[in-house]
């Protein structure tokens, strides 16, 4: 379950360059800052098993609504409650290193995501058969393609246990074959009763996992409800 | 209250080991020698150090090289070390802006791929000078005085990579000072009395340096008072250090 009440993120940007230690003995007093609210008295609960998708131009508060459910960011104003431990899938592969071999890049992505290292050792040579690159256990990551990295990192990424998943436009990344197995894998841990807040710009294949939608607009709440309607709203906004 | 729980005690312990020793490979990644530039690096700047001091400037002390080789394989950690601190957040930001993962475990990743590097450098040395006959008896005391290294490297890594977030210029700061770091603390030189060295034994550094080198190559105790307070310097470094990151560290993904 998750549950957010009355959730503001605040930003503060600095008109003018200040990240020396120079700046900040000589310039104190000459700068000036403004408030970026990214998120707007947020408040939204996810029930324990439910796929909720989030919507939204660019620059909406997305991304930041996902790092605040995340733990990433602490919020400015307002409470967070999630039940059980999170597995934020923000960057497929954010953890991997090119330098390193492929058996290595599944430890490290694995135990980055909360997937204990005995269990990656167990069920290496399936999560390579998985990804279609098991003649590559020894290769250096960087010689493997984009599209390679990515359905590895996937593949990674829902071994991952915990009872919450955030994923921020993990879908559009791959090609059809690809999109259709990760819609398979969110089906199959939507069976298993797992919780999940999705981001994505492309509402049909939200709507193919989730049954509710939320359209945020400059950090705000602007439509919460079934998907058709909140896609009709997003799409006349 | 926290917006999700953190990761197991357990899962962090596989989190430190998965990035040190992930970090450790990379430092040596595409280079001829391997993990042999470790203990490499130190001895190229013994052959030079050695040859300035005892050739140029005609230093005369008995014991001169196993006290410069002594000096120099712990300068060298706790320069890697803090170096450590001051890229790790830097070089993980995608990673600290995509999971909740305690920026605190980045920094002391790095931390722990430098000591493995120590105690690698440190076994290579003591077996050395055992194979040579110089090796003190009281070798086994230089525990204490290592681990108390450990301890303030760690915590002026914590303090430095806090800083790093906060200043961008950090980086240049902290070369100059390492610098100066280095020609104030009896590393290639020998300061044992006077007034001077009473000054340069304020730092902890110099005083860990001066406890090792004792333990390893000397068979008489130093002063217990010498050692206690080297003790609580290094333990104060280190609490100081890892507490202010501790206090701050729920800002630094968003800072980064």
Known sequence: MIDLRGVSKVFSIPHQ?????????????????ESFHALNEVSLRVEAGEFVGIVGRNGCGKSTLLRVVAGIYPPTTGTVRVDGAVAPILELGVGFNGALTVRDNVFLYGVLLGVRRRRLEAELASILDRAGISRFEDARLETLSTGLRTRLAFTVALLAEAPVLIVDEALAVGDEKFQAQ????????????????LVSHDVSLLSQVCRRLVLLDAGTVREDGPVEKVIERYRSA | MPPSPSPPRLLRWEV????????FRLKYYDSVLGYAWSMLSP????????FVFRFVL???TPGYLVYLLVGLVCWTFFQDCSYSGLTALGGKAGVLKAIHLPAGLVVAAGVLS??????????????????GGRLSPLAPLALLPLLCLALFAAGVSFL???????????????????QACFWLTPVVYVANTGPIAELLYLNPLARCLYLIRWFLL?????????????????GATFVAGVGLFLRRQSGIPEAL
């Open chain 2, 160 to 178: 430095v990579a806090l800083a790093g977030v906060r200043f961008h210029d950090t980086s240049l700061i902290w070369s100059v000072l390492l």
């Open chain 2, 58 to 60: 005609g230093v005369t």
């Open chain 2, 43 to 50: 001895l190229l700047m013994l052959a030079v150090f050695y």
């Open chain 2, 114 to 131: 430098t000591l493995i590097t120590l105690a690698i450098n440190v076994s290579v040395l003591v077996l050395a000078l055992g194979l």
């Open chain 1, 17 to 33: 360059k200040r990240k020396t230690a120079f700046d900040r003995v000589f310039g104190r007093g000459h700068y000036t800052f």
């Open chain 2, 16 to 23: 430190l080991r998965e990035l040190a020793v992930s970090d």
């Open chain 1, 182 to 197: 990760c819609l398979a894998e969110l089906r199959r841990l939507k069976d298993e009763g797992r919780t999940a807040l």
């Open chain 2, 218 to 234: 000397y068979d008489y105790l130093p002063t217990l008072r010498f050692v206690v307070l080297t003790v609580l310097a290094c």
